[in-house]
């Protein structure tokens, strides 16, 4: 009689599921960007290599974080066009002494993310920090748009 470990079933019913975020967000960037601006990118559906991006707003700024674990922030690349925050950059391969990789888990290779604004920005004061694989964008709403507060005499 032989011993088996019990192994729990999986619990995604199809392990590509979650490549259908990746396909709405490829989608939404299609629609987003004006079309010419497409030409020329190699695409990215299904390539499984997009980080996460969260935006935030306050009422001074918007902010973006978004998760670039084991890059350089010279492989990172911002951009601010016509109210669209793009984020783009490469990871690399890490080359070992010749070892043969038995698995493989971690993304390699570019990717670039575009990001409508929900509101005008100050683009001459936009900042960004990059630390312990997490990179953040600050971008300071234009004068106009923010909300003021009015005295009443």
Do not use: C
């Not at 199809?14 to 299609?30: H, I, M, Q, T, V």
């Not at 974080?65 to 010279?74: H, I, Q, T, Y």
């Not at 984020?87 to 290779?109: F, L, M, W």
């Amino acid at each position: 009689m032989d011993l088996i470990r019990y192994q729990a079933p999986d619990l995604v019913p199809w392990p590509a599921l979650g490549r259908w975020s990746n396909l709405r967000d490829e989608l939404n960037s299609f629609f987003e960007m004006p079309f010419w601006s497409s030409f020329g990118r190699p695409g990215q559906l299904f390539t499984g290599w997009s980080p996460a991006l969260d935006l935030y707003q306050s009422n001074d700024n918007v902010v973006a974080v978004v998760e670039l674990p084991g890059m350089r922030k010279e492989d990172i690349d911002i951009s601010l066009h016509d109210g669209t925050l793009t984020i783009s950059g490469e990871r690399k391969r890490d080359s070992t002494g010749g070892e043969k990789a038995e698995r493989t888990e971690r993304y390699v290779g570019a990717f670039r993310r575009s990001i409508a604004l929900p509101t005008r920005v100050d683009a001459s004061k936009v900042s960004a920090t990059y630390r312990d694989g997490i990179l953040t964008v600050t971008l300071p709403k234009a004068e106009e748009v923010k909300p003021k507060q009015i005295q009443v005499s």
